[in-house]
């Protein structure tokens, strides 16, 4: 007998009033497990407002120091009453208490007394931090508190946006107050241009001026020095002149008595040789009469001689004598002069006596003159380095003053100017500075899209867990024929597989036009379900088989596994160590990832690999389930045993 046939007689065998309505129910175990489950979870954050929440504002308004009110908490309320994320309830702190407590509210929501205080302080050197606080109850819904992380998110972007937009705000407002005194500044600063203009100028012609002043005063300072030279030394002459006069004086008196005393001695000379002089003249005459009177002297050699002789001294005494009157007349003309000089000392000694004390104090005033002006060419110097000093300082404040007024018109071009609609545009824009553009390659949408791939591998599997439960695993009467192993497996399997793909089809039908799955690829996600049905059914026929009842167990513990370390809850990266090492061996992760491609999109290679890796689980197990049928044929004392019943 072939396996389609023993398939189908397993499948007439449901007769009666209720027995045929079996496979009906068996189709529709997928469909009650996974569309309920997803019915009940398809979009719980779209449903967010109907959860009861109890909000207390305790908030008192507040201002900022530059006295800009803020009423955060209002602000805060308006925003919660816009948003409709809950279902909010404005209560006091009383009620919203006893209301957690008794399970009418999810969480509470409270406002306090400082949290408008808090924000003010933001344009503060030293801000505080406001505060929201939201006290939960796991005692009433775990997962309500969950959802409280979405709520606390947009409470606080929308605090933070409410805070940034009054912070923008004074900003801006600070903003035009000091484009306003950057205003006056620009022109202190040009006013301060032009007045460092002046006094460089001013500086300049002051350093010019001390520069000839003082090479003037250089010059009449080594003027007067000579002139204090000039003055000491004419002074030192007429102090020697008036100490030589007196001394002068009686050389004078000396030369005169001298001059008297060669005069009388010239004048005596004069007269003796005038007397010799007579008496030579005498003797010649005598002489030249003695030879008329002695003859014989005429020829005599020694009277020649003789005569000679006194003639010689009568020409020499003459000679003399004319020396001796000239000698006189100087004599005489010396005496004169030494009278002169005797006079022309003492005046000289009276003049130089009169001379000294004026040319004293000229001499005091040349010194004083002199040291004066070394004096002020030292000043002028000192005048002229600070003019110098003066000049750079001047020029260095030229500078300062040019680039002070560059800086403050440069920051003034930067200082933003808006008007009022400018300004609430940037307070809209930096109020929520950072705008984020989510997108997604293969976007799932609600939560229950996202989730179907779990949901409806598990339905498949706990289809498996319910199929034997109706149906025979192995037909027994082939099983005791001659019917190869391999046909009465798949004979075994067949009924079950075609019910679970029946189911698969309706659970995915109803759910795409009941809850709006829209796969992106519908095909596919039916021939994958197809695959996967096959492949669990395989699995659980097979451990039914050859463990009997105990088989059941061991699926339910399989498919306990499987909900941990398929991955279709969470990323695999966050279980435990255990679960990720099973994950790659575990059917359902691939039935959980390949329709996680054909409902949302993505690689069709992922889809082609997990329908390979599934139809292998499948062809693996139909032939572990044919060799356990091959062993059953052999009987055993172990099978006389009854089969355990659950």
Excluded at 329 to 342: E, K, P
Excluded at 430 to 444: K, Q, Y
Excluded at 547 to 557: C, E, N, Q, Y
Aim: hydrophobic fraction near 50%; proline fraction near 4%; aromatic fraction near 6%.
């Amino acid at each position: 007998m072939t396996a389609i046939r023993l398939a189908v007689l397993e499948l007439r065998g449901f007769r009666g009033p209720l027995r045929r309505f079996v496979p009906l129910v068996l189709c529709l175990v997928p469909l009650l497990y996974g569309a309920m489950y997803l019915w009940a979870n398809w979009d719980p954050y779209g449903k967010t407002g109907h959860i009861p929440v109890a909000v207390v504002n305790e908030d008192h308004p507040a201002e900022t120091r530059q006295g800009q009110r803020v009423d955060a908490g209002a602000q805060v309320v308006t925003e919660l009453k816009a948003s409709r994320q809950f279902d909010w309830a404005f209560v006091d702190e009383a009620a919203a208490r006893d209301g957690l407590e008794r399970g009418r509210y999810a969480f509470t929501i409270r406002i306090p007394a400082d949290f408008s205080a808090g924000l003010a302080t933001g344009p503060d050197t030293r801000p505080e931090q406001a505060r929201i606080h939201i006290l939960l109850n796991d005692a009433n819904n775990y997962i309500a508190g969950v959802m409280t992380e979405v709520v606390e998110a947009k409470l606080q972007e929308q605090v933070n946006s409410a805070a940034h937009e009054a912070y923008v705000r004074g900003v801006y407002g600070r903003l035009a107050d000091i484009g306003g005194k950057l205003d006056t500044a620009a022109q202190a600063a040009q006013g301060l241009v032009n007045a460092t203009t002046v006094a460089q100028q001013g500086s300049s012609a002051a350093a010019g001026a001390s520069a000839t002043l003082r090479f003037g005063s250089t010059q009449l300072a080594d003027g007067a020095q000579k002139l204090s030279q000039a003055t000491t030394q004419v002074h030192a002459a007429a102090t020697a002149l008036g100490e030589a006069a007196p001394p002068l004086g009686a050389a004078a008196d000396a030369v005169v008595s001298a001059a008297t005393l060669v005069t009388q001695g010239v004048d005596a000379v004069h007269t003796a040789t005038s007397t010799v002089k007579q008496g030579t003249a005498k003797a010649v005459t005598d002489l030249d009469q003695l030879p008329a009177a002695h003859p014989e002297l005429g020829d005599d050699p020694l009277f020649q001689r003789l005569r000679q002789d006194v003639t010689a001294a009568d020409a020499a005494a003459g000679q003399i004598d004319g020396h001796a009157a000239t000698a006189a007349g100087n004599a005489h003309a010396a005496l004169q002069q030494a009278v002169g000089l005797r006079r022309t000392a003492a005046a000289v000694q009276q003049s130089a006596q009169n001379a000294q004390t004026p040319l004293a104090l000229v001499d005091s005033g040349a010194r004083s003159i002199a040291a004066g002006t070394a004096t002020v060419s030292t000043g002028l110097s000192a005048l002229q380095q600070g003019s110098v000093a003066l000049q750079t300082a001047a020029d260095q404040a030229h500078n300062g003053a040019t680039t002070l007024a560059t800086v403050i018109d440069d920051g003034k071009k930067q200082v933003p100017v808006l008007d009022s609609a400018q300004l609430e545009h940037a307070a809209e824009v930096l109020g929520t500075p950072v705008a984020i553009d989510r997108s997604n390659l293969h976007p799932a949408g609600v939560y229950g899209r996202g989730l179907a791939p779990f949901f409806f591998g598990i339905a498949l599997w706990v289809f498996g867990l319910f199929a034997y439960l109706f149906l025979r695993p192995v037909n027994t009467r082939a099983l005791a024929a001659r019917t190869r192993a391999s046909t009465v497996a798949v004979a075994g399997w067949l009924p079950a597989a075609a019910l679970g793909v029946l189911g698969a089809v309706i659970l995915y039908g109803v759910v795409s036009a009941g809850l709006g799955l829209h796969a992106a690829a519908p095909w596919t996600t039916v021939l994958l379900l197809t695959v996967g049905a096959a492949a669990f059914i395989a699995i659980d026929h097979c451990l039914r088989t050859a463990f009997g009842t105990a088989g059941d167990v061991l699926s339910l513990v399989l498919l306990i596994l499987q909900l941990t370390a398929s991955g279709g809850l969470y990323p695999m990266q966050t279980t435990p160590a255990p679960f990720q090492a099973v994950h790659p061996f575990l059917p359902m992760t691939y039935l959980v990832d390949g329709l996680r491609v054909t409902i949302s999109g993505g690689p069709s290679s992922h889809v082609i690999r997990d329908i390979a890796v599934l139809a292998g689980f499948g062809v693996l197990f139909l032939v572990l389930t044919s060799l356990a049928l091959r062993r059953r044929r052999v009987w055993t004392v172990a099978r006389l045993h009854p089969d355990l019943d659950l």
